[in-house]
Every structure is written in structure tokens, then in C-alpha cells.
Nanobody, 121 residues
Framework: QVQLVESGGGLVQAGGSLRLSCAAS????????MGWYRQAPGKQRELVAI???????NYADSVKGRFTISRDNTKNTVYLQMNSLKPEDTAVYYC???????????????WGQGTQVTVSS
């Protein structure tokens, strides 16, 4: 079974840093885009950053210059380095990946369980 496991969330003071990791495992043939989303209480889920298989990255305007997304394809892992964190960054962060599983050979979107990031003022 394909699964995405996230780690690295926690509590940090404003101005601090966190590094999130998301490792995909299971019967995977290939992975296309990997990305990070977040959802704060009472708000819609929003795209934070994406990293395509071709190396293209995109960021939400609110995190540009502060967050960096990266991938290690040998480990099927995507990272999100978050610097200069602000209280408004507080949210549950979700990893997502478009995966082509070995069993189905049909691409689908997979999601991690989410990891809480809390930034105190």
C-alpha cells in the first residue's frame, strides 16, 4: 500500500525554523509532483509549495523567501524547510504526491496524515 508519512512538526517561537519531511513508501512505480499544503482552523486548505518531477518549484506568495521545498528522489522524500516562521504559519501541514502505483498503474493523489506546526508569538 502506498503511504506518505510526515514528520518534523512541532511548537516553535516566531522567527524560528522547522524542517518537515515526508517519505513515500509502498509499491510505487513513480512519483510525479510532490507538495505541501496547510490548513489552519476555520480556513480552507491552501497550497504552500510544490516540486515537480522535472524540478520546477512554486510557492505561495505568503511563504516566498522563507520556505524552501526540496526532494530526494532516491528516498522518495520531500522536505519543507521553514524559516522565519510567523504565527500565521500555524496550521496542519499535509504532504501530497501524485503517485503511479505498481499494482494499479493508474496515477492518483496521495496524502499524508498531517503534522501540526504551531508558531507562538
Amino acid at each position: 500500500q502506498v503511504q506518505l508519512v510526515e514528520s518534523g512538526g512541532g511548537l516553535v517561537q516566531a522567527g524560528g525554523s522547522l524542517r518537515l519531511s515526508c517519505a513515500a513508501s509502498g509499491g510505487i512505480y513513480s512519483i510525479n509532483t510532490m507538495g505541501w499544503y496547510r490548513q489552519a482552523p476555520g480556513k480552507q486548505r491552501e497550497l504552500v509549495a510544490i516540486f515537480t518531477s522535472g524540478g520546477t518549484t512554486n510557492y505561495a506568495d505568503s511563504v516566498k523567501g522563507r520556505f524552501t521545498i526540496s526532494r530526494d528522489n532516491t528516498k522518495n522524500t520531500v522536505y519543507l524547510q521553514m524559516n522565519s516562521l510567523k504565527p500565521e504559519d500555524t496550521a496542519v501541514y499535509y504532504c501530497s504526491a501524485r503517485v503511479l502505483p505498481l499494482t494499479t498503474m493508474t496515477s492518483g493523489d496521495y496524502w499524508g496524515q498531517g503534522t501540526q506546526v504551531t508558531v507562538s508569538s
